[in-house]
C-alpha cells in the first residue's frame, strides 16, 4: 500500500519554509526521500532508518517517527534549485524494495 | 558516480509487440528495479530483483516479466504490449549498504499504438 504524501502541491516564494508529510499504515523500517526534476530522474536526497536521528541536506531536514509511521521532509529558506516533484518511499524490511507516494509538486518562485 | 544507463529514451511499439526495456549498471551493486511512472499515480513497483537469476514480483507485475542474466543488467520485458503499458519506466539500482539510496536511470518513455 503506497504511502500517503501531503500535501499534494505547494508553492512557495525563495526563502519561505515547506514541510512535506509521508505517512504509511504500515510499520516501517526505513524512509527514503527523492527529488524529481521534469524531464528528469529521481534524485535521492536522504534515508531515514529506524532507529535513527534526523538527517540533514544543505537547507534539508527529516524526521521519522516510528510510531506514528510519520516522516517529514524540512525545507528551510527554498531556493528556486529546490522546485520539483519529492517522493517519499517507505520500506519495510531487508529487502531494499521501496514503496513511493504520489508525490508533492513544489514549486518555488522569485 | 554510479550511473544506471537504459538502453532507450524513446520507444513506440505496437499492440501485440513483444518489447524488452534494458537496463545496465555500472557499481556492482546487487539490487535491481524497475518501476512505473504515470501522472498522478507515482512510481509503482513492477519488479526487482537481489541476485543474479534471481527476481520477485512487485505490486503491478500483470503483462511483465524480467531476465537478469548479469549482475549488472536487468531486462524488463512486455511480453505483448497494449495501450495500457504506455509509461515511463524507470530502472533502478542499490547497493547492500543500508544508508544507500537508489540511482534511478533517466527512464524511458514507452508509447504502445
Redesign the interface.
Known sequence: Q?PVQSPQAVILREGEDAVINCSSSKALY?V?W?RQKHG????????L?KGGEQKGHEKISASFNEKKQQSSLYLTASQLSYSGTY?C?TGGGS?????????TLLTVNP | DVKVTQSSRYLVKRTGEKVFLECVQDMDHENMFWYRQDPGLGLRLIYFSYDVKMKEKGDIPEGYSVSREKKERFSLILESASTNQTSMYLCASKGTASHYGYTFGSGTRLTVV
Open positions: 503506497q526505513s527514503h527523492y528528469e530522474a529521481p534524485v535521492f536526497l536522504m534515508i532508518l517522493f518511499g529487502n531494499y524494495k521501496l514503496t513511493f507516494g504520489k508525490g
